[in-house]
């Protein structure tokens, strides 16, 4: 295809992650697709360099660090169609005027999912297996545990509760299959029979954190869901159970937590929190019963290139004519993280 045919297109992030990304093959890709400036990466939409190239720019390939494509920014790319997404949920990225204009947009949130998945399913088998406690506990007594400190460790029948059968959930639900758990669901777009093919048992929230043995969060942050587990909810989970939150802080009512987590009642793997980071004087840092990590559960390092793949298949698909294979719908973010 003669390269005046090609659709522009403009990089639109902090320019930091571009060479994880796209490195070089999947650049030559892109611009086999697309007329694209690889050294042109736009994270101020004001600037003047960047304004010819917004203006005729009919794709946006955007990530971590692009602005909120609200209606001024819009009116600056009047002939934008179509929005590549190069990382996770586009619930920051996108409002109502972009829906307005009717502009296609596509997220790479599907590989984004992948190693939040794969991050939970190595902390609930750390969990179950109570690495944490260990771990504590040997640092102060340098001892082997006796039987009685590990008569209730394993994994075997662990009950794991996932909340949300998001693109996250699925993964994990996939991924959990072929360990011995007994593994429940709550999701209220789901019902019993899909809760079955995906391999879980669908109940009701509160059953669920009665019933659970290790909790895991993966539902969208929603008005809907802000602190969705507060503290009467949290007060249903069992002596010793173990939360496990990859998704938003917002989701659990922290003071509630921190409570909970204080009294040593409950365990706790965070790798979201609200605030975050949190403030240097919580308790969270310290307490033996808290993991907590640095929001690292989702792409990071060498894979982010797996989120560039997905973008440069869809421009590729652009190209062919062909519909998008990640699109995002306007509908879906009221169920999806």
């Known amino acids: 295809m003669p390269s005046a045919q090609l659709p522009r297109a403009v990089f639109a992030m902090d320019p930091v992650h571009l060479p994880l990304l796209f490195p070089p093959p999947l650049v030559a890709r892109l611009r086999r697709a697309a007329e694209i400036d690889p050294a042109l990466v736009v994270r101020d939409f004001t600037e003047p360099a960047a304004a010819s190239a917004l203006a005729g720019a009919e794709i946006l390939i955007t990530g971590w660090g692009c602005p909120r494509l609200d209606a001024d920014i819009l009116d600056s790319t009047p002939r934008l169609r179509t929005v590549l997404h190069a990382a996770g949920s586009v619930r920051p990225l996108v409002g109502e005027a972009l829906w307005d204009r009717e502009v296609t947009v596509s997220s790479a949130v599907t590989g984004n999912a992948v190693p939040v998945a794969e991050y939970t399913l190595a902390m609930i088998l750390l969990a179950g297996k109570d690495a944490f406690v260990h771990r504590e506990r040997f640092r102060r007594t340098h001892a082997q545990p006796t039987p009685a ?11 794991i509760g996932v909340i949300g059968a998001s693109r996250v959930g699925r993964r994990l639900l996939e991924l959990l ?4 758990f007994e593994v429940l669901l709550h999701d209220p777009y789901v019902d019993a029979a899909e809760a079955s093919e995906l391999g879980a048992r669908l109940l009701s929230l509160e059953d669920l954190l009665r019933h659970s043995d290790i909790v895991s969060l993966h539902a969208p942050d929603i008005p809907e869901t802000h602190h969705m587990l507060d503290r009467a909810r949290l007060a249903l989970v069992r002596d010793g159970g173990v939360l496990i939150n990859t998704s938003r802080g917002a989701l659990v009512d922290h003071s509630a937590l921190t409570d909970e987590l204080v009294s040593g009642r409950l365990h706790a793997v965070l790798d979201v929190t609200e605030p975050e980071p949190l403030p240097p004087g919580s308790p969270l840092y310290r307490l033996p019963n808290v993991f907590l990590t640095p929001h690292i559960a989702g792409s990071l390092g060498n894979e982010l290139e797996r989120l560039g793949r997905i973008v440069v298949e869809e421009l590729e698909r652009l190209a062919e004519g062909l519909p998008l294979a990640h699109e995002v719908r306007h509908a879906d973010l009221a169920r999806v993280a």
């Open 177 to 180: 299959r072929p360990y011995d």
């Open 149 to 159: 400190e590990t008569a209730a460790t394993g994994n075997l029948g662990r009950r």
